[in-house]
C-alpha cells in the first residue's frame, strides 16, 4: 500500500541584524541564515477587538528535520520563517519525540517588519 505524502514546504530561515543605511548608521533588519524544508500546519486562530479594530491572530505548527543544538540551522525563538510574503514568526522550539530527530516550532504569522 503507498505511504500518503505531507507536503513539504521550503522556509528560509531569518535572523534580525543591524542593516547599513544610507546615512552612515544602521537599522533593524532581517537577513537570510539558512533554509529549511517543513510541514506547516495551521494549529489556531481567534479574532478579537484591538483599540476598536478586528484583529487576528493565526498560529502555525512547524515540523522540521532536528540540526545540532547550537547550529546556525538549528531555529531559534528569536527568528523567523519566510515563504514568499508569508511570514511565521517563530513562539518556542522543542524537540518533538526527546530522541533528536524532528523539531516543532510554535510560530504565529507576523507581519514584514
Do not use: N
Amino acid at each position: 500500500m503507498p505511504r500518503a505524502t505531507v507536503p513539504r514546504w521550503r522556509l528560509d530561515l531569518e535572523a534580525r541584524a543591524a542593516l547599513p543605511d544610507e546615512g552612515g548608521g544602521y537599522l533593524s533588519g532581517w537577513v537570510k541564515i539558512g533554509e529549511v524544508f517543513a510541514v506547516v500546519e495551521a494549529a489556531s486562530g481567534f479574532e478579537s477587538l484591538l483599540e476598536s479594530r478586528q484583529a487576528q491572530r493565526v498560529t502555525h505548527r512547524v515540523t522540521l528535520r532536528s540540526s545540532a543544538p547550537g547550529a546556525s540551522a538549528r531555529p531559534r525563538a528569536d527568528q523567523r520563517f519566510r515563504t514568499g510574503e508569508a511570514i511565521l514568526d517563530i513562539r518556542a522550539v522543542f524537540d518533538m519525540d526527546g530522541r533528536g530527530r524532528r523539531l516543532v516550532c510554535l510560530c504565529e504569522e507576523g507581519s514584514p517588519s
